[in-house]
């Protein structure tokens, strides 16, 4: 069998949110007898760190907008560069703007180009990728929610691939032990505790969750026994204005002394252990890495019946759907998982059963590593 073979991955974020969490369970579960994976990013920042700390090699290089033309031709002459110094046999996109760069360097490179799509399309009345879908030799989709962007006459194209995010089941388990949390916020042992996880922004939906709990605290007989606790923060630069508007949203609704902020977490399991019913509110999300983490530590879920949620969660089976922007019905949903324990733990179980079977990180990785595979095997023939 031949080599190690260097597959070249490009991302245009050097933050951490979902996307880049799903390329860091790829790059810790990798084959390195078989691949070796080395990220290029636009600058250094807390991904770039983290990359490095799992001994991935890593390098800067900026990706100027393709049609200011500005940096352009210096930015792909490095790119090619690192791929004839590097010996790189495959280039696997992840973001919107590394795309046109990938296709420019892998037609110029004469080897295959992978465009990895994470994103709905929403307010755009033009989808370029989708425009430009016969460039790349395989397009892959974290769901069908995001592959129907590629539908030609009702159908996939064969490049089209859907390979769901996956989730480090280890890692996230019903056994972590929720006192760390629990003790750090003050929650007292009979206290129920209804949790959201996600970064800020106005998509996903916290308006919502905030007017559920302030209907659950109103209409419940053992409100006092009730804590909400938002897992997140700003992640972005364009985001920041968010946690002044959400905490301003909280005191005019009257919850201050309900809700709790634990601001962005490097204790995202003992989180999980914390909540005892996870409420998952966007309505724009293609294959939420939030839920699957829920999923995995066994939490029962309502969430919302919108994008690409429903293809993560069973109705009644594996959780609740209710219909987007729909405070009442996640109220009532939650409230029927707070009074019937047996149920929701029969749901959290299942929950975690299906993740282990259908969106374990072991599985993604395998899946793309399969993709990787036949790609350069393909341009040698």
Known sequence: MEGIKNILILHEAAEISGAENSLIGLAKN??????????????????FIELKKLGIEVYANRFPRIRRGLGVFAAVKKLRHIIKEKDIRLIHSNSIRTHMYGAIIAKLSHIPVIWHQRNLISKEIIDPDRLLSFIPDKIICNSFAVARRFLKKGNLPDKVKVIYNGVDVQKFNPQVNPDSVRQEFGIKTDEVVVGIVSRFHPVKGYKDFFNAAKIMLHDMPLATNLRFLVAGGAVFKEDKYMEKALRGMVINLGLEEKIIFT?????????????????????????ARVILEAMASAKPIVA??????????????????????????????????INN???????????????????????????????????????RN
């Open 304 to 337: 919302v019946n919108a994008a690409g949620t429903p293809e993560l969660i069973e109705n009644g089976i594996s959780g609740f759907l209710v219909e987007p922007r729909n405070p009442g019905s996640i109220a009532e949903k939650t409230t029927f998982f």
């Open 263 to 287: 601001g962005v977490r490097e204790d995202m399991p003992q989180v999980y252990a914390a909540i005892d019913i996870f409420v998952f509110t966007s309505h724009l999300e293609a294959c």
């Open 30 to 47: 990798i084959d390195r007898s078989k691949f070796n994976p080395i990220f290029i990013l636009p600058k250094a920042g807390p991904f």
């Open 341 to 379: 324990k047996a149920a929701a733990k029969k749901i959290g179980e299942e929950a975690r059963r299906i993740v282990e079977e259908k969106f374990s990180i072991k599985k993604n990785a395998e899946e793309i590593q399969k993709v990787y595979s036949e790609l350069i095997e393909n341009s």
